[in-house]
């Protein structure tokens, strides 16, 4: 996902005010609408020019009643410089919390430093996995109550695709995919894989299925091929800290497409086992293999799913996530935390 910010002034629910730099089209109407642009948060390539529009963001705070960032290096600096000078502090609402547990003792002992400098300056943090809660707060040594649970959006606004329904197998992304387990599922089906990845070491190792064609694309190729697929899988590595493929899961619902994602974490958040798709363990390349036949085989559970996962997808819509996060930044404004909400 894009870097963004948002800064919001709440005087009253019709003069809210929102600067933001939004790298796609993610927004709703009623942000479009009250938002401006300074070019001077937006940062760019390297850590001076984040550096840089950090302080700028700190600057045009004092302006706003909260700050709404992302997890990126400029939010986390920002963030970091908000906690460390109380005396101009601000409410601050972080959204889009991909965090890792890094390898090496330092580096985890840097990290958890991080995390601690980072929640003095964040009133609340924004997380797109129901578990991260709790994980979170267990990993970096955080009370829970820092962490809100909201639901991620699909992103298929302003993409130009058309939906039908093609004879191949569609699976994407980079992030904590384990497509090798993907490949021993789908060897020797009768079926073609497409797998959209930009990753050179994508298949582990392992020898590709004549039937399994894997290639980089742009977001928008992306969109379109899982448009035309019959069925997209999700496979995920497990034992992460954070849980990743909301995005790709929920676009490829909005399409109306049966989807099967390894995740026994995660995609819970989103996916009825059953109704809307199937969720099996990951790492289980059997599993995973006995799914995808069972719904090739059952036209009737294909439909169904199809159906019923438009449905869901569809109601994780752009504006409504951004909406959810402006009524809790606005909440924030209004009862000073949350909790007494």
């Not at 889009?96 to 400098?117: F, N, S, T």
């Not at 964040?122 to 909201?150: R, T």
């Not at 990951?282 to 059952?298: E, H």
Request: glycine share 8%; net charge neutral.
């Amino acid at each position: 996902m894009n870097p963004e910010w948002f800064l919001m002034r709440s005087m009253n629910q019709e003069k809210t005010k929102i600067l933001t730099d939004i790298l796609e089209p993610r927004v709703s109407i009623n942000w479009q609408n009250s938002t401006e642009y300074r070019s001077s948060i937006a940062g760019g390539k390297g850590f001076w020019s984040d550096f840089v529009a950090s302080f700028c963001l700190f600057y045009y705070s004092f302006q706003y009643d909260i700050a709404i960032v992302v997890s990126s290096r400029k939010g986390n600096l920002f963030s970091i410089l908000m906690g460390l000078l109380p005396c101009f502090r601000k409410p601050v609402l972080m959204i889009d919390c991909l965090w890792y547990i890094p390898e090496g003792k330092l580096h985890r002992a840097v990290k958890h430093l991080q995390m601690k400098l980072m929640a003095r300056g964040v009133s609340l943090f924004i997380v797109w996995a129901s578990h991260e809660v709790n994980d979170y707060s267990k990993a970096f040594g955080l009370p829970p109550e820092k962490f809100m649970y909201i639901p991620h959006h699909h992103t298929l606004e302003g993409y130009n695709y058309e939906v039908h329904d093609g004879d191949y197998i569609f699976s994407g992304g980079d992030g904590n995919r384990d497509y090798s387990t993907l490949l021993e599922a789908v060897r020797d089906l009768d079926v073609p894989v497409v797998i959209a990845t930009r990753r050179k070491d994508w298949h582990s190792g392992a020898s590709i299925p004549t039937n399994v064609n894997a290639f980089p694309t742009t977001p928008e190729e992306f969109r379109k091929l899982m448009a035309g697929s019959r069925m997209v899988v999700i496979p995920m590595e497990g034992g992460h800290l954070h849980s990743g493929g909301q995005q790709t899961i929920l676009n490829a619902m909005a399409l109306g497409k049966p989807v099967i994602v390894a995740d026994e974490r995660g995609a819970k958040d989103y996916i009825t086992d059953g109704v809307d798709g199937l969720i099996v363990p990951t790492s289980d390349s059997v599993a995973l293999r006995d799914a995808i036949k069972k719904v090739l085989n059952d036209p009737i559970m294909e439909q169904e799913f199809k159906e019923n996962a438009r449905k869901t997808g569809r109601s994780y819509s752009t504006p409504g996530c951004l909406e959810n996060i402006l009524c809790v930044a606005n909440k924030i404004v209004q009862c000073g935390d949350i909790r007494r909400c």
